[in-house]
């Protein structure tokens, strides 16, 4: 391997892994390996097609701005896709830093603030600075259609979209988002610019973690540059700060943010603020900015339920264009039971594997490759402990179930054991049927379908079926 290349890639991953997760970086970015360096030209071997297609997908433009960071502006990257054979005769993949959708960055243009982190070297201070010049910092990844909506953020994801067609209009100024770890506090957020954008092309938004504001800060204090600062930021239509609880320990940005929330919501302009908690909760964030974080509205994400993570796991495959057996999605979905961060980095090791390894995704594969994600004391539920659960729930006797019986609880709890059997065991229709009285599988088809009709309809009995699906998920813990 030509040392050149070599440092020029290693240099590139401390960088990336400072950026990426560090379960993405290893499935990534670890087996790539560097072939060749010739002038600007970069080429990297990765392990097959579904490989290149991600990397192409997910991480061009951080590819794009470390690569032009090493090898300048008219910096060129090349795949090399390693094919069944082994011969080395396949021709590399060509394509240009930074590839089709995103804007290159040129050492004269403003280059506030990168994503990259550097420090930030005073970028206010540029001849005939205009409002359009300002990059909004949005992941285009991050929209509304890719936001499944539940019980779990509906308040939040509607909030959102009425802030995103009128910003700065509504009561909801500022909209503090607020919840755990990968419940997607900033994909909503980012959803609400990009939303922005694309209703109003004109309004100018930046999106900023509350770290790289007060790294600015501290740099151009440094500078003598603090006005220039402020200056800047009052410039933005539509403010998005990420992670807010961060300025717990930064007193003097506290005073900065101050003075610019104050400007931008008398000019009626929009904040939109994330933090891993509610405003009320937020220690060592000054009381004044408290009571303005209190203006708007305050909404927060939870822990998605079973059926919007198969909603969410299903519209990922849709939109990558996978498929995966339905009892795979199930058991992913009943396992993971975090935060949707954890969610798709479960569905993403499964599909990396099933690449490298060459084998078709199947219960099997998925048990042996999540078992990192998955508590190790879960164990199968049956039919049975189902069909009991639910008995002890509705008071119903166990034997009444199997029963012919046209009275409405016993129908109804007979309905519900079906329709978690159904979602929670990898037993066929025929089989579920079977445990209820020799019934066929088209009676267990009804069945589901019933609940389903109710839960939409019927909120006290939605409430009941919710509840006993947690029952049901915490028994397999």
């Known amino acids: ?72 502006k008219d910096a060129r990257l090349e795949y090399r896709i390693m094919v069944d054979s082994g011969n080395g005769k396949n021709l590399p993949l060509m394509m240009d830093v930074p590839g089709q959708g995103y804007k290159s960055y040129s050492n004269n243009e403003m280059d506030f603030p990168l994503v990259i982190n550097n420090p ?36 939040a994801r509607r909030a959102g979209k009425t802030v995103a067609e009128k910003p700065g209009s509504t009561s909801f100024n500022p909209l503090v988002i607020y919840g755990g770890v990968g419940l997607g506090k900033t994909h909503l957020a980012q959803a609400i610019g990009n939303e922005v954008k694309r209703l109003n092309n004109n309004k100018v938004v930046l999106y900023v973690s509350s770290e790289k504001f007060i790294n600015q800060f501290v740099d151009h204090s440094r500078n003598n540059a603090i006005n220039d600062f402020i200056h800047f930021y009052q410039l933005i239509d539509v403010l998005i700060i990420d992670d807010v609880q961060f300025f717990n320990r930064a007193e003097k940005s506290q005073d900065a943010f101050f003075a610019i929330f104050n400007h931008l919501h008398q000019s009626g302009k929009q904040l939109i603020l994330t933090s891993d908690k509610p405003p009320k909760d937020l220690e060592g964030v000054q009381e004044r900015l408290l009571s303005r974080f209190r203006w708007g509205l305050s909404a927060d994400l939870q822990i998605p339920d079973y059926d919007t993570k198969i909603e969410i796991l299903e519209r990922k495959m849709k939109n990558d264009g996978l498929d995966m057996p339905k009892e795979v999605v199930k058991y992913i979905a009943y396992n993971i039971q975090n935060n949707i961060r954890e969610l798709e980095g479960a569905l993403i090791s499964l599909l990396a594997q099933s690449s490298l390894n060459k084998r078709e995704i199947d219960l099997e594969l998925a048990k042996k490759v999540l078992r990192n994600f998955i508590k190790s004391s879960s164990k199968e539920i049956t039919i049975d402990t189902i069909q009991k659960m639910v008995c002890d729930y509705f008071d119903v006797p166990y034997e009444k179930l199997l029963q012919k019986t046209r009275k409405r609880e016993i129908v109804q709890a007979r309905q519900i054991s079906m329709f978690l059997a159904k979602a929670f065991t990898k037993n066929s229709l025929k089989t579920i049927g ?28 939605k409430e009941s079926v919710i509840e006993l699906q947690q029952k049901v998920q915490l028994a397999a813990m």
Not at 128 to 140: A, R, T
Not at 436 to 461: A, E, N, Y
Request: hydrophobic share 40%; with cysteine; net charge negative.
């Open 1 to 72: 391997m030509d040392k050149a290349c070599e440092t020029v890639w290693n240099n590139c991953l401390n960088i990336i892994k400072d950026i990426v997760e560090w379960q993405h970086y290893k499935t990534w970015f670890e087996p790539i390996t560097p072939v060749l360096l010739k002038s600007n030209v970069l080429t990297i071997q990765v392990p097959s097609q579904f490989f290149y297609e991600y990397i192409e997908e997910h991480y061009v433009n951080l590819l794009a701005k470390t690569l032009k960071r090493e090898l300048g």
């Open 120 to 155: 930030v070297k005073n970028p206010f201070v540029i001849p005939g600075l205009k409002k359009m010049q300002i990059d909004p910092q949005l992941n285009p990844v991050y929209v509304f259609d890719a936001f499944i909506e539940g019980d779990c953020n509906r308040v």
């Open 434 to 461: 079977e445990h209820f009285g020799g019934r066929d599988h088209t009676t267990v088809i009804h069945s589901c379908q019933t609940v389903k009709d109710l839960m939409d309809t019927d909120t006290l009995f």
